[in-house]
């Protein structure tokens, strides 16, 4: 199957597991949740990994409902903690129905995405169960620090790093591991998948960040300059902190602590200084650095070469991305 084709059928999948549940007031806002777009990332490298290694993709559909649920959920609870009014341009649950809804509806997503293993026995369920829960720790992990970060003036490039592993790359590498998972590959294949999805991650997410300023907003599809407006600690703010002068972060940091600036105004300011420091391009030095460790791990993954090849173009398409 191609990946189009593959995407019809996790999203048949999917439909299918949302349809005619009640109460509607608690299911409603998951159906909400889950087909308000999304790429479908974490699901398709579930399904992509278990044909690689030679399994149909009809059994691993459960394992990538798994990861998208679990994903969804993140983002329900997530929207709640920023009190954020849209998510992919609609309102979010908490906004559209009420905070305690979104509350439930988020915690039974969690639970939906446990039960979507049960389809699985023996040796393949503990081992998918297993790495979910640790999974899942370090997405909470991640959101503690990225929360603890709002309130800190001063954060490492180290341990913004190591927060995006925590809260969004580490996913992409279970997604990989879950497919390797079902497939039967070896532990050591299984630990490459997941290094060669981490790495993948890191470079994705300083890749949103790089695209949030430097992106194009017809393409981006949000507003360029969000993560600025937000006050967000992304890779770019925090290279320029470290590169600049101690006037300019002395500037910077006044910026991100005052509310009183026009945002149009905000957005040029911190702009320039991402501009003067070079951020752009360090961003895009570090996506090369990261997608470059991600296709070093493949090398050990034992797939194919011709495998290989098609990952190896999967994660450019992944990089060339402009949204």
């Not at 308000?36 to 278990?50: C, E, F, Q």
């Not at 939906?112 to 999974?135: F, I, W």
């Not at 998948?193 to 194009?216: K, N, P, T, V």
Request: charged share 25%; net charge neutral.
């Amino acid at each position: 199957m191609d990946i189009q084709e593959i995407k019809a059928n996790f999203e048949k999948y999917l439909h299918r597991q949302l349809d005619h549940k009640h109460p509607e007031n608690l299911y409603k806002p998951i159906q909400y949740t889950l087909e308000n777009g999304g790429k479908r990332i974490r699901p398709l490298l579930v399904l992509l990994s278990a044909q690689s290694f030679g399994t149909d993709i009809l059994k691993a559909l459960p394992a990538a409902a798994a990861i998208e649920i679990f994903h969804n959920f993140t983002l329900l609870h997530d929207d709640i903690m920023d009190a954020a009014p849209l998510r992919r341009g609609q309102p979010t649950v908490h906004k559209k129905w009420n905070e305690n809804t979104a509350i439930l509806s988020g915690d039974t997503m969690l639970v939906m995405a446990y039960k979507m293993l049960e389809a699985y026995d023996g040796s393949a369920y503990k081992q998918l169960n297993m790495l979910l829960n640790k999974t899942a720790i370090e997405v909470c992990e991640g959101q503690q620090m990225d929360m603890d970060f709002e309130k800190r003036s001063i954060v490492s490039i180290e341990d913004y790093i190591e927060m995006i592993r925590l809260k969004t790359a580490v996913l992409l590498g279970t997604a990989l591991k879950f497919g390797g998972i079902i497939a039967q590959a070896a532990t050591e294949h299984l630990t490459a998948l997941g290094r060669f999805g981490e790495q993948l991650g890191l470079a994705f997410q300083i890749q949103d960040d790089y695209l949030d300023s430097f992106g194009h907003a017809e393409t981006f599809g949000k507003r360029i300059g969000g993560d600025i407006l937000d006050r967000k600690k992304t890779f770019l703010y925090l290279t320029t902190l470290k590169q600049a002068t101690n006037a300019d972060r002395e500037t910077l940091i006044r910026l991100y602590h005052h509310n009183d600036v026009p945002d149009e105004t905000l957005i040029h300011a911190v702009m320039a200084l991402f501009t003067r420091y070079k951020a752009d391009q360090i961003a895009q030095k570090a996506i090369q650095t990261y997608t470059s460790e991600a296709l070093t791990a493949l090398e050990a993954t034992g797939l194919s070469a011709n495998q290989k090849t098609f990952w190896q173009q999967f994660a450019a398409g992944l990089m060339r991305r402009t949204s």
